[in-house]
């Protein structure tokens, strides 16, 4: 009778876990299922991710026990109130087993029935295949084609953030130039574009294209932290405005991006660490370059291209005029030499000409700082105790976390609105 009475509460045990309240939201897709069956969970551990148009949100447990059965698969729809998974609270069961047994043959049966529970691992660290992340790290791995079950969190309990994420991907591509990772998996479309109306399809850019691998493989193995500021450049302005002049006759436009130029070597010369490069971060050596050839992103209609200012430190303003002009053709005409764009000591991406103020630029790898140029502008400023009208100049600097903290870089961009301030251009000219 007891035996008969503990298979019955047994029975009465299972748990039902359902969507809970997820706002407004209804017939969310259901991108990650996180546990299986048979599988013991404990209250809070995650069981599903679910994607909106604005987010991912993974759906926890409010019980634990053992998994009886999943309700649920990837690419489901699921509302509030639909069931996610059967759950046996075995924690439960064991307490009715040790105390409802009153005869011998309970104590038999009983004992069969608590050996069958404890065929199921109790070490969650054997039983949980899946690791514990954010979504917003699971949805970065997805992006990049990465299984996260993969990664080793460095965060408690091996919970994996952003960084392993990175750090992965450069352990698996360091031996080799390009990133060996799987395809990312396709987003399902539900309908095709030319399902709305009339469209184009058109061959990616080669340019482009061979660009994105740089690209990817720069963000996904250097921490990019961004400085904002701004330069007074009113002097500069002033000064580089009366060179129209002398100038004239040879068809030299002196822009500000020459004086950004000798500017930013200047300011290399002080801080040597940003004419670096790290080859392999485990080995504990950076390279130091001796040389200051600055890159210079170029906008064409194939894609942009950086090519290099050679030896920057040992030329006129008037020189790196004229070639600017010179190396802006050759990448707008496909005639640069392919081994103008490598060999870098810092880039600037200068969006002056287009327009915008502040932004993030990608470090052009194997670099560890790239300088970002917006439009200047004339402000209201405060200065030797009154306002006055300044022409200021953006600046947002991307360094590699790795190598330069942000004491450093602020250092840095101080020394550079220097550098452009008040006199300094005079120097620069000579």
Request: hydrophobic share 35%.
């Amino acid at each position: 009778m007891a035996a008969n009475l503990c298979l019955l509460n047994y029975k009465m045990l299972d748990i039902e876990i359902k969507v809970p309240n997820i706002g407004d939201f209804e017939d969310i897709e259901v991108i990650e299922v996180l546990v299986k069956e048979g599988e013991l969970i404990k209250k809070n551990d995650p069981l599903i991710t679910i994607e909106s148009d604005k987010s991912s949100v993974e759906i926890p447990s409010n019980y634990e026990g053992k998994i009886k059965s999943l309700k649920t698969k990837v690419g489901d729809k699921v509302s509030e109130g639909d069931l996610i998974l059967v759950l046996e609270n075995t924690l439960n069961i064991n307490k009715e087993i040790t105390e409802k047994p009153k005869s011998e043959e309970d104590k038999k049966k009983n004992k069969l029935i608590k050996k069958d529970i404890d065929k199921s691992p109790t070490d969650q660290s054997k039983i949980r295949d899946i690791v514990s992340a954010s979504p917003k790290a699971r949805k970065f791995a997805r992006e990049l084609g990465i299984e996260i079950n993969q990664v080793t969190g460095s965060e408690k309990d091996g919970r994996v953030v952003e960084g392993d994420i990175k750090k992965f991907v450069y352990l698996k591509s360091k031996n080799n130039n390009e990133i060996q990772i799987s395809k990312p998996s396709k987003i399902k479309n539900e309908f095709n574009h030319s399902d709305f109306g009339e469209i184009e399809i058109k061959d990616i850019p080669r340019v482009k294209k061979l660009a994105s691998t740089y690209l990817t493989k720069s963000w996904t193995t250097i921490p990019h932290v961004t400085n904002h500021d701004e330069a007074d450049i009113t002097e500069m302005e002033t000064f580089r405005n009366s060179l129209k002049d002398i100038y004239t006759d040879e068809k030299i436009k002196i822009t500000p991006l020459a004086f950004i130029i000798k500017a930013l070597v200047a300011s290399l010369k002080k801080f040597p660490s940003f004419n670096s490069s790290i080859d392999e971060i485990e080995s504990g050596k950076m390279t130091l370059k001796k040389y200051y050839h600055i890159g210079v992103a170029v906008d064409t209609n194939n894609g942009l291209m950086v090519p290099k200012i050679r030896d920057a430190n040992n030329k006129k303003i008037s020189s790196i005029g004229k070639e600017l002009k010179e190396v802006s053709e050759l990448c707008r005409n496909l005639k640069i030499d392919k081994k103008e764009l490598f060999g870098g000591s810092m880039t600037i991406t200068s969006l002056g000409g287009i327009g915008g103020s502040f932004f993030t630029p990608i470090i052009n790898f194997p670099e560890v700082a790239i300088l970002g140029v917006g439009r200047s502008e004339k402000k209201q400023v405060y200065l030797d105790g009154k306002f006055q009208t300044r022409v200021m100049l953006p600046l947002s600097l991307s360094y590699d976390h790795r190598i330069i903290d942000g004491a450093e870089a602020a250092r840095f961009n101080n020394d550079l609105k220097e550098n452009l301030g008040k006199n300094f251009a005079y120097k620069l000219a000579v």
